[in-house]
Nanobody
Framework: QVQLVDSGGGLVQAGGSLRLSCAAS????????MGWFRQAPGKEREFVAG????????IYADSVKGRFTISRDNAKNTVSLQMNSLKPEDTAVYYC?????????????????WGQGTQVTVSS
């Protein structure tokens, strides 16, 4: 069983960048299809980006395509989310999540393991 710890959130001005990190322990992150989700106040949690465990193919929500990049570092056992050109509407708590040997999916219900979340606030 893997444990996930999210970090890297903070306050940034619109147009700025942040890099979120998800550190895995207990098992290697390369065994997990990993995703990033976010939840803004008063809204449901939504998918942001995902990376497949085997071929590291990636998928993104339309709202972040071209601005966000998900990646994996096997040596550090981490998954990162590089966020550029941030907008106020990107403000949310961001969560990483994992599926053991799973297919890449937008569905929150498919992910079995979750980090605790990290707050991202983008000011206008």
């Amino acid at each position: 069983q893997v444990q996930l710890v999210d970090s890297g959130g903070g306050l940034v001005q619109a147009g700025g960048s942040l890099r979120l990190s998800c550190a895995a322990s207990g098992r290697t992150v390369s065994s997990y299809t990993m995703g990033w989700f976010r939840q803004a106040p008063g809204k449901e949690r939504e998918f942001v980006a995902g990376i497949h465990w085997r071929d590291v193919s990636t998928i993104y929500a339309d709202s972040v395509k071209g601005r966000f990049t998900i990646s994996r570092d096997n040596a550090k056992n981490t998954v990162s989310l590089q966020m550029n050109s941030l907008k106020p509407e990107d403000t949310a708590v961001y969560y990483c999540a994992g599926i053991l040997y799973g297919r890449t999916t937008y569905s929150e219900k498919s992910y079995d393991y979750w980090g605790q979340g990290t707050q991202v606030t983008v000011s206008s």
